[in-house]
């Protein structure tokens, strides 16, 4: 069992950048993949980015170039840099973190709003 603690969300200008931050209650090396999701008002949940234990990033075709995924193991810490915002930007943000395994095990977080005024 993990907890994650998602961070860093508010109100922010149109343009203007945001990092949003996911603790993890344990260590992330016992996940395979961790991972930045959003949902926005009235739409499902769709992928932002992941990273890798190995550091391997993939990014959501719509996502690339604004979006940065990072990690901190030493800090059992991810990370989400959103530059440029735009109203389309405005969702919560949510953590996951995916074991692998023969039992495939799936975390979230609570999630952190993000809201981009115009």
């Known amino acids: 069992q993990v907890q994650l603690v998602e961070s860093g969300g508010g109100l922010v200008q149109a343009g203007g950048s945001l990092r949003v931050s996911c603790a993890a209650s344990r260590s992330i090396f016992r996940f395979n993949v961790m991972g930045w999701y959003r949902q926005a008002p009235g739409k499902q949940r769709e992928l932002v980015a992941s990273?890798?234990?190995?550091?391997?990033?993939n990014y959501a075709d719509t996502m690339q170039g604004r979006f940065t995924i990072s990690r901190d193991d030493a800090k059992n810490t991810v990370y989400l840099q959103i530059n440029s915002l735009n109203s389309e930007d405005t969702a919560v943000f949510y953590c996951?973190?995916?074991?692998?395994?023969?039992?495939?095990?799936?975390?979230w977080g609570q999630g952190t709003q993000v809201t981009v005024s115009s």
């Open positions: 990273i890798t234990l190995g550091g391997r990033t």
């Open positions: 996951n973190a995916k074991y692998l395994g023969p039992v495939a095990l799936d975390y």
